[in-house]
């Protein structure tokens, strides 16, 4: 492992510009475009990779894999949010929707491309890319000791990988997309939960400085929607396309309080 002899500190520059309108005294709209550009990102290339055309010979022969950390990687960040903050009918909170795309040829420092001698392929979706994002919180309201929050969130179509499952490149990481074809090029399925929070203050005595017992309970995912996080992208595989892991299922928690 080395550094590249020209490594840098990698740099982000990142701007927004946003409008507020008030609607009336208790509802706000506001619309925010946001970008970012990063640029000399980290990312790692074997520089002792077997040579084109055929692949089949590293040039140096004593040695392996010789991984050199480069900072030659670059992203770049659009989003544009409307916002709407206050009571609107019966609903008190805030809502978001979110339109966004990002673009990089790197994933880090551990990342490695493709093929170590042609990077045309690497721009593209990054593996965080969400599209679209909306979301939604009421915050706490209290009804005599009662108290109660809300939240949903929802993100649709993340990026997936096609790998073509073979080593073409004879690097040892086989992840070698079809000629022709960026990486993540292909969409998995949205993200949806809702989260929720009741609890409940019972006081011992009168007064703000009497003791108290808070308990409270919050769900996770309530609805116990199935959140897929990782598909298989190998096109030779029999279950090419099919989710292989989710997140977390419906999760309930307890707490309690005293105050004295």
Sequence with gaps: MQLAPDVRIPQTVQYSAGVDHQLHKSTTVSLTYTGARGHHLFRSRDINAPLPPLYLARPDSEFGAIRQVESAGRQNSDSMSVTLRGRVTRFNGQMQ???????????????????????????ARADFDRRHRVSAVRPDERRQGDRSRCRIDAQFRRAVLATLGADVYNNGRGRAWPAGVARNTL?????????????????????????SMTFGVDAFNLLNRVNYSSYVGTLSSPLFGQPVSARAPRQLQFSGRFKF
């Design 97 to 123: 929707y979110t339109l966004s795309r990002v673009d990089n040829d790197t994933n880090g420092v551990a990342w490695f491309p493709a093929n170590d001698y042609d990077l045309s392929g690497e721009w």
């Design 187 to 211: 969409e998995g399925d949205g993200y949806a939960s809702l989260d929720l929070r009741a609890s409940r203050e019972v006081k011992f005595g009168t007064g703000k400085e009497a003791p």
